[in-house]
């Protein structure tokens, strides 16, 4: 079975500090992706990695970065949380081709204060 | 413009019946993936069911199964004989191979499932 891991499934920050939130995979997948989940929002792609420290910008990546210096792990980075900020992060993979689907991580409910 | 659209936010259904959950998606590609998840209140997201473009059958696993209309761009997932478990959120999602390896998902339908 795939197995996605996420650091933290809940997460109390303040306004300003540096927010690391770590995925794992252990299905040897090329592709991972971190996702915001908003109400009424639905997912929303913040930056996608189909290989080792190669990154793509989503659609939302403002205020955020990202790190992949081992293919099984792609690191979140707030650099400054801020309020806006508080939202469910979702971290996928996938294989790179004949793609049925996403497996994804229990997710990080994520609140700045 | 969005790439996948679920027009009902909320949807009940009584236990047993079966329910329709509406998807539409818009592209210009030939070849595609479209996807259900759903996501209980925990917020784990499992997948549910999946349908290629170019698959001439509609995907079925289990209770569900995807009601693709290709010239629609539709690809609505029908939950049969309902359970309480079934209440959840559900996502549709498609990906094009094209345009690289995203996802694009939709707003989400939120399921009650009425004992």
């Known amino acids: 079975d795939v197995k996605v891991t996420q650091s933290s499934r809940y997460l109390v920050k303040r306004t300003g500090e540096k927010v690391f939130l770590e995925c794992v995979q252990d299905?040897?997948?090329?592709?991972m992706f971190w996702y915001r989940q908003d109400p009424g929002l639905g997912l929303r792609l913040i930056y996608f990695?189909?290989?080792?420290?190669?990154?793509e910008k989503g659609d939302i990546p403002e205020g955020y970065s990202v790190s992949r210096e081992k293919k099984e792990r792609f690191s979140l980075i707030l650099e400054s949380a801020s309020t806006n900020q508080t939202s469910m992060y979702l971290c996928a993979s996938s294989l790179s081709t004949a793609v049925k689907t996403q497996y994804f991580g229990p997710g990080t409910r994520l609140l700045v204060l | 413009a969005q790439k996948i659209t679920q027009t009902q936010p909320g949807m009940f259904v009584q236990e047993k019946e079966a329910v329709t959950l509406d998807c539409t998606y818009d592209?210009?590609?030939?070849?595609?993936?479209l996807f259900w998840y759903k996501q209980p209140s925990s917020g784990e997201m499992i997948f549910l069911i999946y349908q290629g473009s170019y698959d001439e059958q509609n995907a079925t696993e289990g209770r569900y199964s995807l009601n693709f209309q290709k010239a629609r761009k539709s690809a609505n997932l029908v939950i049969s004989a309902s359970q309480l478990g079934d209440s959840a959120m559900y996502f549709c999602a498609m990906r094009e191979p094209n345009t690289g390896n995203q996802f694009y998902f939709g707003t989400g339908t939120s399921l009650t499932v009425i004992p």
């Open positions: 592209t210009s590609d030939q070849s595609y993936g």
């Open positions: 990695s189909y290989d080792v420290k190669m990154k």
């Open positions: 299905m040897d997948h090329e592709n």
